[in-house]
């Protein structure tokens, strides 16, 4: 069945330093969104990402969509403490569920 | 204020119970879902409806059943038959069930022991 990859598991940081998580997926997706769950709080949508080599900016966050649609990243400049929590990409293959990465959880010191 | 719900926040049952957890939505969506999250995972997919009266099974169905009797509304039975039930479980809506994205409940803590 479709699998998402999410790498890295963790990665710590030095506040300012930037960061990148990268999603990958053993079909073709349709579209995929990211999402971040802060500790202890419930995951929030961040972004959708549909067109094959697609690129979105939001402030330091940048969401690229590989041109084969089979893989994501995001990657955030300058990190600050505000953006630690789990990054979660979510793809959507040709049915109808929607499949979660196992998230990469951001640390970052100040 | 529209949103989603959850209720309890959190939960302690004995071993053996079965349980209801509670989502509500006044979000007028289409779809709704739960996951389960246990601690440092991902999310995994238990039961997910596209419709009133229409549910599917998701990855992990086995020990959980649900009703959407009511749009709005979409509870999840943690039986007796679920081997390890304490997670964190978390209930989402999307306007439908194919382009759109997930809004997720503040979740329910379950712990049985």
């Known amino acids: 069945g479709q699998q998402v990859m999410q790498i890295p598991q963790y990665q710590h940081v030095q506040e300012g330093e930037d960061f990148t998580t990268y999603c990958n997926s053993s079909t073709t997706l349709s579209n995929i969104q990211w999402y971040k769950q802060r500790p202890g709080g419930h995951p929030v949508f961040l972004i959708q990402?549909?067109?094959?080599?697609e690129v979105k900016k939001q402030k330091r966050l940048t969401f690229q969509f590989g041109e084969a649609k089979k893989n994501s990243s995001l990657h955030i400049t300058a990190t600050q403490t505000t953006d630690v929590g789990t990054y979660f990409c979510a793809g959507r293959g040709g049915g109808f569920k929607t499949i979660f990465g196992a998230g990469t959880r951001l640390f970052v010191k100040a | 204020d529209g949103g989603i719900t959850q209720s309890p926040k959190y939960l302690f049952r004995k071993e053996g119970q079965n349980v209801t957890l509670s989502c509500e939505q006044n979000l007028n969506h289409d779809a709704m879902y739960w996951y389960r999250q246990d601690p440092g995972q991902g999310l995994r997919l238990i039961y997910y409806?596209?419709?009133?009266?229409?549910?599917q099974k998701g990855d992990i169905a086995e020990g959980y059943s649900v009703s959407r009797e009511k749009k709005e509304s979409f509870p999840l039975t943690v039986t007796s038959a679920q081997k390890n039930p304490t997670a964190f479980y978390l209930c989402?809506?999307?306007?439908?069930?194919?382009?759109?994205?997930?809004?997720f409940g503040p979740g329910t803590r379950l712990t049985v022991t």
């Open positions: 989402a809506s999307s306007i439908d069930g194919t382009t759109y994205e997930q809004y």
């Open positions: 990402l549909v067109k094959s080599g």
């Open positions: 409806s596209q419709i009133v009266n229409d549910f």
